[in-house]
Nanobody, 126 residues
């Protein structure tokens, strides 16, 4: 079992930045792929970014690439999502997710991820 706790959400003006953190506990962190999803009101949960044990990362091109950066610190069992140039459309609850890294490509489907945090609200005002 893996426990995930997100932090760092809040209210920010358009064009601003936030860094989300997700602290993991319960299992060997390096054995897990980590990801960020988001869910806006009335919309499905959507993949934002993911990172494998070796640092390989992938992004949802439409929503994140060029503005968001995912990283992990295995010494702190923490994954981060640096979000720059935020837009009102980025407003959502952001969820951290994890699944055992078995060597396959990162999945963008939420059903493929085994563990979830409780979410942190990000609100971007115009």
């Amino acid at each position: 079992q893996v426990q995930l706790v997100e932090s760092g959400g809040g209210l920010v003006q358009a064009g601003g930045s936030l860094r989300l953190s997700c602290a993991a506990s319960g299992r060997t962190f390096i054995n897990y792929a980590m990801g960020w999803f988001r869910q806006a009101p009335g919309k499905e949960r959507a993949f934002v970014a993911g990172i494998k044990w070796n640092g390989y990362s992938t992004y949802n091109t439409d929503s994140a690439k060029g503005r968001f950066t995912i990283s992990r610190d295995d010494t702190k069992n923490t994954v981060y999502l640096q979000m720059n140039s935020l837009k009102p459309d980025d407003t959502a609850v952001y969820y951290c997710a994890a699944h055992p890294d078995l060597g396959s490509m990162l999945s963008t489907f939420s059903a493929a991820w085994d563990y979830w945090g409780q979410g942190t609200q990000v609100t971007v005002s115009s």
